[in-house]
């Protein structure tokens, strides 16, 4: 099993892959050290690929001012919120639900629609 840090580079598809082996497991909670996670990435693109470097931390705290305050790493490397855990796991989750084995082409597909349309892609 894929076994991933916070505060460490992986790859988009690194991340995925550590999601769909917890799922098969029939471990529904994706968390690390039983801490619920955000996934951020550096660089802005419209669309991601599998390559994208991305960087599990802490989830973002909400203020009751509706201000969000992101966790010291991710403001000191500058980071950007790519997917709250949650949501990556319901759109991963979704779409193995719907086909067995999606490539993985598939599941960013998934991921960039989801993005986009705040639903789910029909696989």
Not at 78 to 96: K, M, R, S
């Amino acid at each position: 099993m894929i076994s991933l840090n916070f505060r460490q580079p992986y790859k988009l598809s690194d991340i995925i892959t550590a999601a769909i082996e917890k799922f098969r497991a029939n471990d529904l909670k994706f968390t690390y050290d039983g801490k619920a996670f955000n996934i951020y990435f550096k660089n802005y693109t419209e669309s991601v690929s599998e390559d994208l470097v991305c960087y599990l931390d802490d989830e973002t705290m909400v203020t009751d001012d509706d201000e969000e305050i992101y966790p010291e790493f991710v403001t000191e490397e500058n980071l950007e919120l790519f997917y709250y855990g949650e949501t990556f796991e319901d759109v991963i989750f979704n779409a193995l639900h719907q086909k067995a084995d999606p490539s993985m082409s598939e599941l960013i597909q998934c991921l960039n629609y989801y993005s986009e349309h705040d639903s789910f892609l029909d696989l």
